[in-house]
């Protein structure tokens, strides 16, 4: 079973906080880029892996979705989001991702944000979301970068000359690390783009595009602090196509 | 025109020393990743890209392939490449890659080594390749990391606790980045992975694979220094189907 940290009293408190989840959708810089990688939503059946408080569940069915099924393995976040959403047409259900079953052919639209790099095995967890949509269907998704997570120690650090830099160490050592981030011991799993995309393309998807999310101008004059991201790539994005 | 470096005498005494140059295909530690990328080379017609001395035009005429083309932008590699070939079934051009034409349809098989990252203008080139390949080819390609090339100043260091790590900065911002190998101010163009890979997507390749060279246990037996290959991606290996 995955660690589920989001039912860490602790941690539930800390990331409640985060612009993100304040402000919803608004709060989350990479956004816009991850919402031009969706085809058209109307009508589609879509999954949301890991839904949180299910913002994406109700965007989407704002933008016509048929229906929308959000999962998530914290139980805080699926009463949460259950309370935050007066709209029939959406199912949210606690599951972990590590073990989770769909059905064959029951959605059109598949969707994660920021979940995957907890999950140890993502070569399952693709072929189930293979199996689980219908042919031509989009399944797009944001993980942190790799060479954000990679190091033993990532943080911010100065070189001898004083320019500011991101380390990298361990990346081709693939598999745990462990974080302090509102809680300690926060286990993530690292993979490398290669191995990430390759579980896509011999699941059977294509790669539609790959995006390494970046602030524009104008998001780094309403939010200085976000200037630090053209350093380093801090999220991964890809779009594929069943 | 793309610089070209490898007739400074200086450049080309120094480079022709290394042991890629030296000892071919066998001094290229990711060469066992890059060709296993490759489909059946028998009876293609193969297009090598930045073709160096032609070690790699004259293993695909080893392994069948009808005839190959190597394309360089040094006079001094491609009159050695002459040299070094016996075989009536292998032509060599002087070539810039930057503004490089091929016929339409005209070759089953494109391959690149370690060029690339030398071209200011990817795109046109990926479309260039994409009309000269019958459909169905593959092209397959290796480039220095984006991790490796995006810093300032790219060159280990030992962070506060003593970590030997490699470092990023200015990742985000694409374009030309110079160097000190083996002359002043070699001249590269740093593309994020999305970049590179987007370029492909849109032009109609379909991405197979993509692999961050990483040295196997027998090899950094066989060369101790490989070993810190483990800790920084170095080599982008990418491998398409049009």
Redesign the interface.
Known sequence: MAQNIYDNPDFFSGYSQLPRQVHGLDGAPEWPALCAMFPDIGGKRAVDLGCGLGWVSRWLREKGAHSALGVDLSENMISRARELTPDAAIDYRIGDLETLDLPEAAFDFAFSSLAFHYIRDFDRLVRVVHRALTPGSFFVFSIEHP?FMA???PHW?E???G???????????EGERRTDWFAKGVVKYHR???TT??AL?RAGF???????F?PTIEQIKQVPTLEE?????MMLLVSSRR
Chains 1, 2 share one sequence.
């Open positions: 060479i190091a033993t120690d650090i070189d001898e000359n320019q500011k830099i991101w380390p990298v160490n361990r990346y081709a050592v490398r783009i290669g995309l390759n393309a294509v790669i539609q595009a790959v995006d390494e970046a991201e053209l350093e380093r790539p």
